[in-house]
């Protein structure tokens, strides 16, 4: 099998995507901006309540949608990710495939749970809302963990929302490990400030102990280092790792590599859907990454990217972007 840019790892989950009043996040009691893990019965009221809503179906995850914006530059991806054998299942498996993603991990039974899903609630001032049933998701093991196609990849991509179950976190530890073993880079991101309370110590050690590369926002960071200041967070985090991406929203992203920390901006666009931006950036800095793109280039790229999806409904991409690679990176 060829050689690949990026080996991800990740939940599988297929998005509900819809559009709605401000007035609907505070009719259901839910936390604006927020990612809440929640039961089916719960989700599936949520969903009986936008009946009358345009819904959208699309493959998701966030390191999944990372992969995406991989392909999308015109990179190439392995995903290894949990579905069932049941229609999300497959419906997630044929999404993939068609965007030009590598997944083939083996289904679950139904009888073991559904596929996972998340409905993402996107309202007028571009937040996004999002309830996540993690379904068989989190049966994702080390064995899952594919030693070959590490080995034929340029560089592991894991995100943070795996800490929150045992066996998914066990799952990154053995991709990491396997990084290690086969001379194959590791990144790393941060996924959710939420994620910083229970697992900051453990997050500390995997950085310091297996992570090449770090990804964060500006309040994960900050929560990460346990600063308030954000120039002191970042250097924080950049003695831990060769190279730390920082993104701090429409002000584009911090760059550090190798002790030298530079701003990079980002693009002024109108944004009407948040949902995935920071997947879109790490996807585009690390198809730079894997390109024999500088840090800044990449980063520039990957700015590039989180300022296309912010301006389309969802999470991933929706169409590609190589022809663009050369003319960005050239201003």
Not at 57 to 76: F, K, Q
Not at 78 to 87: C, I, N, P, Q, W
Not at 237 to 266: H, M, N, Q, W, Y
Request: charged share 25%; glycine share 10%; with cysteine.
């Amino acid at each position: 099998m060829k050689r690949v840019d990026v080996y991800g790892v990740g939940n599988s989950l297929v998005d509900t995507l819809a559009f709605v009043e401000s007035d609907f996040i505070r009719e259901h009691d839910l936390t604006p901006g927020s990612m809440a893990l929640v039961d089916s019965e719960k989700q599936a009221r949520i969903l009986r309540a936008l009946s009358k809503h345009s819904l959208e179906l699309r493959s998701g995850g966030s390191a999944a949608n990372t992969m995406i914006a991989v392909s999308r530059s015109g990179g190439s991806a392995f995903y290894t990710g949990k579905v069932s054998r049941d229609t999300n299942g497959e419906f997630y498996r044929q999404d993939l495939l068609a965007a030009g993603i590598h997944f083939d991990v083996h289904p679950s039974n139904e009888s073991d749970g559904t596929t996972g899903t998340c409905v993402v609630l996107t309202t007028p001032d571009a937040e996004r809302t999002m309830l996540t049933h993690l379904g068989v998701s989190v049966q994702l093991t080390a064995a899952d963990i594919d030693e070959d196609k590490i080995k034929q990849s340029r560089i592991i991509y894991i995100e943070g929302y795996l800490w929150a179950g045992e066996g998914t976190r066990a799952a990154s530890i053995r991709a990491a490990e396997l990084g290690k073993k086969n001379g194959v880079p590791v990144s790393f991101t941060f996924s959710d400030s939420f994620l910083l309370q229970p697992f900051r110590d453990d997050f500390r050690h995997f950085v310091t102990d297996y992570c090449d590369v770090v990804f964060c926002n500006a309040p994960e960071v900050k929560s990460f280092s346990e600063m308030t200041d954000l120039d002191e967070a970042v250097r924080f985090v950049g003695r831990l790792t060769s190279k730390a991406f920082v993104t701090d929203g429409e002000k584009g992203a911090i760059v550090v590599d190798g002790g030298s920390i530079v701003r990079v901006p980002g693009f002024s666009v109108t944004a009407i859907d948040t949902n995935g931006a920071g997947d879109s950036f790490a996807g585009g800095t690390l198809f730079g990454l894997t390109h024999e793109q500088t840090a800044v280039k990449s980063a520039r790229w990957g700015n590039y990217l989180a300022s296309e999806i912010v301006q389309i409904q969802g999470a991933r991409l929706n169409k590609n972007y190589a022809g663009d690679v050369a003319r960005v990176l050239a201003d």
